[in-house]
């Protein structure tokens, strides 16, 4: 059956920002610690910028107005970590200028769901990942 949001995610995928795209070259073709991720992935009604199923991981790539959706923001990620993902954003100020701290974050939770892996769904008291 196809998804609802195929079409929009195909969009999204066309109009990446800067950010989504300097993001999307670190992580495409497994070039972080050898995960696949995918990009505009949709996840129930939502699309995640980009997310990694082996790990349960999404990453967000939020430009200024996330500052104005953070209620919507916080819904969709309570959403998300309900379904077992683990949520991780990033400004895109932060991914356009400092690249390097950005992909070590991103090592870090690489690293620590390795070793911790997300239960299905996450209780309800599952530690926040948000950034």
Known sequence: MRHPNRDRARKLRREQTDAEGKLWYLLRNRRLAGYKFKR????????????CAELKLVIEADGGQHADRQPYDDNR?????????????????????????????????????????????LPASGERENR
């Open 77 to 121: 990620s309570r959403w998300l970590q309900c379904e077992g993902w683990r949520v991780l954003r990033f400004w895109n100020h932060d991914i356009l200028n400092n690249i390097e701290g950005v992909t070590e974050t991103l090592l870090e939770a690489v690293r620590f769901l390795e070793n911790n892996p997300s239960p299905y769904p």
């Open 40 to 51: 505009q992935f949709p996840i129930g009604r939502y699309i995640a910028d980009f997310a």
